[in-house]
């Protein structure tokens, strides 16, 4: 008698953890939207390093729904470690960074962050909200 071979049954995959994910989008800032400084960095968005390895995020890009792009300077997120992108102006440092903008990114009443890579312009990470809070967990 030949033996039979059936196929073992397959499980889902899971969706691959982005290299580079968004933490956080905090969209809408503290108080009124008359667009000072303080306000403006008061909206960010949070990147966290999913990988053991350095990642060098010079030339990739943040953008909104509408085009708004932060193109990223020479920067390198260490592994396991956040980097927090504001909207305003101020000095970058080894955790934040600014996108030296003098009005808001992030709508109000609903948008999406996308975080791209620099070589090729892979989509790496999204996140999206709609009307509601002040801030969204992107994970």
């Known amino acids: 008698m030949a033996a039979v071979v ?3 049954a397959s499980t889902p995959t899971q969706a691959a953890i982005p290299v580079v994910e968004f933490v956080k989008v905090y ?3 503290p108080g009124s939207d008359r667009g000072g400084n303080t306000s403006l960095n008061g909206e960010y968005a949070v990147i966290r390093n999913t990988t ?3 990642i060098q995020l010079e030339k990739w890009i943040l953008r909104d729904v509408t085009g ?3 193109r990223f300077p020479r920067f390198t997120l260490k592994p396991g470690k956040s980097v ?3 909207t305003g102006q101020g000095t970058d440092s080894t955790t934040t960074l ?3 903008r003098k009005w808001y990114v992030w709508n109000n009443t609903g948008d999406a962050a996308g975080l791209y890579r620099g070589s ?3 989509k790496i990470d999204t996140c999206s909200w709609g009307r509601g809070d ?3 967990l992107c994970r």
Do not use: E, H
């Open 98 to 100: 600014y996108w030296g």
């Open 84 to 86: 927090t992108v504001r």
């Open 134 to 136: 002040i801030s969204t």
């Open 6 to 8: 059936l196929p073992l």
């Open 27 to 29: 969209y809408d800032s």
């Open 68 to 70: 708004y792009k932060y």
């Open 52 to 54: 053991k390895k350095s």
């Open 120 to 122: 090729d312009l892979k």
